[in-house]
């Protein structure tokens, strides 16, 4: 009962890259920048697992930014003539490459981070990618000239790669999708369309992560002017439901989403998130257990899986091993209390 993991993203270590930044520059080239990334997935690994997190993941090492990462290994995009563009609805700016030719994989994304993972791990494994409607909002479109259209041209490349990550063994394929809580309409519409067929003919476990965004400042400046309650995640939870994802991560602890809306995902899986990463304070294991109590009202017990509310990439490190562990002990005296 309530397996815990987290969203997905780890904090770099300074030896690997900038640290505290969502686009940090490495530190190393090459082989021994190749070498870096899998000195940090292996210690984030271990990490995980001495917190006693159930599902471990690649704590995203091996990508400078959880988009940017994947499109590094897609033709038909200018990564040398990135430019500046409001994101997220224009919440804050970003240099993004360019769109410019017909898109295609140039081979693997994530095989080496993914086997190396599952090498060194028997606990379940979680790999992220981004979703498609998030990638088409945090790149530049010289070609296609339609959002939809792009984004099914993404699906189609995450699809080939998701499939191989589960060749690799991973258990559990989620896909980041922060855009959906941004541009609900159209997510509804056409996104949720789109994540599908990024998912199409997985049989391992599929999972969809949409937030609020990391805990920089532009977002919760964001934040503040959602008013008291956000009901962002209204509009989508039925297409969600109506979906083939099996399970959804979603915003909750220090949030205003009301807990209620979680009755609209029945028939799957919840990842309830119960760590806040927009604050360095560490939960009590008694705040995280009254989260997973509340969501319970709404969750039933064997779909309630508790998580972190987003990525912890630009938090410290020593914050988010306390963050972790935080994360476990919360789900043991959850365990305890509502078993
Ligand atoms: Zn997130």
Request: one cysteine or more; glycine letters at 6%.
């Amino acid at each position: 009962m309530f397996p815990t993991s987290i969203a997905g993203s780890l904090p770099k270590p300074a030896w690997l890259a900038e640290t505290q930044k969502l686009w940090p520059q490495w530190k190393a080239q090459g082989e021994e920048l190749r070498q870096a990334k899998a000195d940090a997935t292996l210690l984030w690994i271990k990490a995980q697992e001495d917190a006693g997190l159930d599902i471990v993941g690649d704590g995203e090492q091996a990508r400078q930014h959880f988009v940017h990462g994947f499109l590094e290994q897609v033709e038909g995009i200018d990564f040398e003539h990135k430019v500046k563009m409001g994101i997220r609805n224009n919440r804050y700016d970003a240099m993004v490459p360019q769109v410019v030719a017909p898109l295609k994989l140039r081979g693997r994304v994530h095989a080496f981070e993914a086997q190396l993972a599952r090498a060194h791990t028997r606990r379940k494994l979680k790999f992220t990618l981004p979703g498609p409607m998030t990638i088409v909002d945090t790149v530049a479109d010289r070609y296609y000239g339609d959002k939809e259209k792009m984004a099914f041209a993404f699906a189609e490349l995450l699809n080939q790669e998701a499939l191989a990550l589960q060749a690799d063994g991973v258990d559990i394929v989620q896909f980041d999708e922060p855009a959906f809580n941004v541009y609900m309409q159209e997510a509804a519409l056409w996104g949720v369309k789109a994540l599908e067929r990024a998912a199409r003919g997985l049989a391992c476990t599929t999972a969809v992560h949409i937030c609020y965004g990391y805990g920089i400042q532009a977002n919760v400046d964001w934040k503040k002017s959602l008013g008291d309650e956000w009901r962002q995640y209204e509009q989508i939870f039925p297409a969600l439901a109506a979906s083939r994802i099996d399970q959804v991560s979603l915003e909750c602890f220090h949030s205003h989403v009301p807990p209620d809306l979680m009755k609209l995902l029945e028939g799957k899986d919840v990842m309830v998130g119960v760590i806040d990463v927009a604050s360095d304070v560490i939960e009590t294991p008694e705040q995280v257990a009254d989260t997973i109590g509340c969501a319970l009202r709404f969750v039933a017990k064997h779909r309630l899986f508790p998580c972190t509310n987003c990525g912890l990439a630009p938090m410290d490190r020593e914050v988010a091993v306390r963050k972790l562990n935080a994360l476990v002990q919360g789900a043991q005296l959850a365990r305890q209390r509502y078993g």
